[in-house]
């Protein structure tokens, strides 16, 4: 009971750091909270456990339980605090990362670090004074009790057994040690890797792109099959189509899903089948799609690969055709498309103002009379009631198909005669860009594209950076944007915080531990646990994003609990003057039980986090298998591979 009375304290303490910090209560802060949960009673399970002893070995008599809790706390003390600093050491790095990756995590890692900062707090003072109200000598254990004792008693003799046998068989630990090494480099290069897991959110969205110079009506007719598409699936239960959006000939459509308790197929899934039915649409480009998970645009798609140059537009079109043929070799692209259009239909109209000027028409009334026959104008308002009507002048569709209906117009000449527009102005077909955009100030062009659910963004510019590198002349060169550009800039923040949480971890237990060796000791444990992490993530399908990352560097300090504990207690039984083999067979038998039980608690913490179902679960699985995995086989390693290192560098 001790430790669950520790939680909603931590989490009021946490709480009243975060309302001083002016963090909110969103998706990253609870998520934050649900890993602290089993992070908060770590430190007051190895207080409780050390405390406990001491009461147990007194045997009620020699030692009361405040003089317990005294003696207790203060020979854990300096492991707790060590390992306090350091988890909260681990997330320092996390808060300054840069960009919008970083700034969406900043309030996930330093709400998470504040909860470990609590919890050490509340370890070291209402632990040990709640061990000494509540914990009593039992002269006469029930069947329960003594059934786990005599469990842990032979745990601990076995394991310390086959601790002296791996502490005179060395090697082993050092063949575990590069097979670990390897193992984790085999199992990280072959994980795909993307911004973040495409969550389930509710949302399934239909795009249409329409042929450059198409009618409302024409895009609007498509928006119509996408409702008819949709209405097949009882999974979505509301559709909104916007034809026209964000131009003529395009189209959006918006469909909703039904709760995700009252369906089996993921949004995902749904998409996947209304992508079959879109690609049966002739005269038309559609694609569906779901939102992205980390607050990117609506409609951007994950592939958002630039091409920029100084070359003209129409080689720089070619070359794009070029890539784009590549792009339809691989199935892992779907719907490939380009911003760079050069085919828009335009009409000239070459009014000869010398005739016009002999009639007396003007070419500002040629172009108003062309403008307010073709596009409508409103002349008036009519008032009927309550309502108001606006009044426009146009010529009905059937007058205004066709390039050969602007010269059956008229317009007002001199002496008020009627003048036909085919006297005037002579009507020319032609084509041009629908829009020039620029990128960093050169001609450029995005190719975008969706991707199938085995095909990682990681793979797909990978893809794409080859076939450039096969097509593109000197002159041209690649850029990233959206979507795209945030996972590579992610990955290389990621990493870098990766690597500073290791040298801030060092550095703070160099401070503490004041040598260089023990910590170095300690974080051997790292590469073990990476092994249990990188392969939970295969065998559950997880790839390497944002999230799997921060579970990586959180289980970076996690791991070194272990070693913290296994160290310092050996280096309190040197110091009462036992060899160093066997003060290192002592302490890390007498820690096995907290290693164990803080283990099973921050597994058992993370497990929910696991096997999570409904919105947003796909990000919330990532993290808690890197830690379930990493944790489970990184403590079963690092309990044999910390000792045996220690018996080495021991000085």
């Keep these: 009971i001790i430790p669950l009375l520790t939680i909603p304290v931590s989490l009021i303490g946490t709480f009243s750091l975060m309302a001083a910090a002016g963090f909110t209560i969103n998706t990253l802060t609870l998520l934050s909270l649900v890993l602290a949960i089993g992070l ?23 030692m009361t339980p405040f003089q317990a809790a005294l003696v207790g706390a203060k020979e854990i003390g300096f492991a707790v605090v060590a390992m306090t600093l350091t988890l909260a050491a681990v997330f320092a790095p996390l808060a300054f990362t840069p960009g919008r990756t970083g700034r969406l995590f900043v309030e996930f890692a330093l709400a998470l670090a504040g909860a470990v900062v609590v919890s050490g707090f509340v370890a070291l003072t ?5 061990c000494s109200q509540l914990l009593r000598h039992n002269p006469q254990p029930n069947r329960f009790d003594r059934g786990m004792e005599r469990f842990l008693v032979w745990l601990t ?28 480099w085999s199992l990280f290069t072959g994980l795909r890797s993307e911004l973040a897991p495409m969550e389930d959110r509710g949302v399934v969205l239909g795009s249409i792109n329409a042929p450059d110079g198409a009618t409302l009506d024409y895009t609007a007719r498509y928006g119509r099959e996408l409702e008819r598409f949709a209405a097949m699936y009882p999974e979505l239960d509301r559709v909104f189509v916007s034809a026209g959006n964000p131009t003529v000939s395009q189209a959006l459509s918006f469909m909703a899903t039904k709760d995700w308790s009252e369906r089996t197929r993921s949004a995902q899934e749904v998409a996947r089948e209304l992508q079959k039915h879109y690609s049966t649409l002739a005269g038309v480009s559609a694609f569906a799609s779901t939102p992205p998970s980390l607050g990117q645009g609506f409609r ?29 070799r691989n199935p892992g692209f779907v719907a490939p498309d380009t911003d760079l259009r050069l085919n828009k239909p335009e009409l000239f109209l070459e009014v000869d103002r010398a005739r016009a000027a002999d009639q007396g028409v003007s070419v500002d009334q040629v172009a108003r009379t ?17 309502d108001q009507y606006d009044v426009i002048v146009q010529t009905s569709a059937p007058g205004r198909t066709t390039p050969e209906d602007i010269e059956r117009l008229f317009v007002r000449g001199r002496g008020d005669v009627m003048v036909p527009l085919s006297s005037l102005v002579k009507v020319r077909e032609a084509v041009s860009p629908r829009e020039l955009n620029h990128f960093n100030q050169r001609r450029s062009v995005s190719i975008t594209a969706n991707l199938a659910p085995d095909y990682s963004l990681g793979e797909a510019l990978r893809f794409m950076d080859d076939a450039s590198r096969r ?19 992610s990955a290389g923040a990621l990493a870098l915080v990766f690597v500073l949480a290791l040298v801030f971890i060092f550095l703070v237990l160099s401070a503490q531990f004041e040598s260089f060796i023990d910590p170095f000791v300690i974080m051997l444990s790292v590469p073990l646990s990476m092994v249990g992490a990188l392969g939970a993530m295969h065998l559950t399908g997880g790839t390497l994003n944002v999230y799997s990352q921060i579970g990586l560097i959180t289980l970076v300090g996690l791991i070194t609990k272990h070693g913290i504990l296994i160290v310092e207690f050996s280096n309190q039984v040197r110091q009462a003057g036992r060899p160093t083999l066997e003060a290192t067979i002592e302490a890390a038998s007498l820690r096995l039980r907290p290693i164990l039980m803080t283990t099973g608690a921050m597994v058992l913490g993370a497990l929910p986090l696991a096997l999570a179902r409904g919105a947003g679960a796909e990000s919330r699985q990532q993290i808690g298998w890197v830690i379930v995995g990493g944790l489970s086989f990184g403590t079963l390693l690092t309990i044999f591979v910390v000792p045996t290192v220690y018996t080495v560098f021991a000085r």
């Excluded at 209402?126 to 709640?130: E, G, I, N, V």
């Excluded at 994950?302 to 070029?322: H, I």
């Design 300 to 328: 951007d798609r994950p592939v958002n690969f630039v091409v920029v140059t100084s070359d003209s537009y129409a080689n720089l079109s070619a070359a794009t055709q070029q890539i784009l043929a590549e792009m339809s």
């Design 370 to 386: 062309v403008e307010t026959m073709l596009g409508g104008r409103v002349v008036t308002r009519y008032k009927r009631d309550a």
């Design 157 to 184: 003799g076995r394991y310390a057994a086959a601790l002296r046998w791996v502490l005179g068989q060395r090697w082993i630990v050092v063949v575990v040690m590069l097979a670990s090494g390897v193992a984790s």
């Design 40 to 62: 908060v009673v770590d430190d007051s399970i190895v207080v409780l456990e050390n405390i406990f002893r001491h009461i147990e070995e007194g045997g009620g008599h020699s």
């Design 126 to 130: 209402l632990t040990p004074m709640l």
């Design 471 to 489: 097509v593109l002349k000197p002159g041209y060169a690649t850029e990233l944007n959206g979507v795209s550009r945030e996972f590579r800039s």
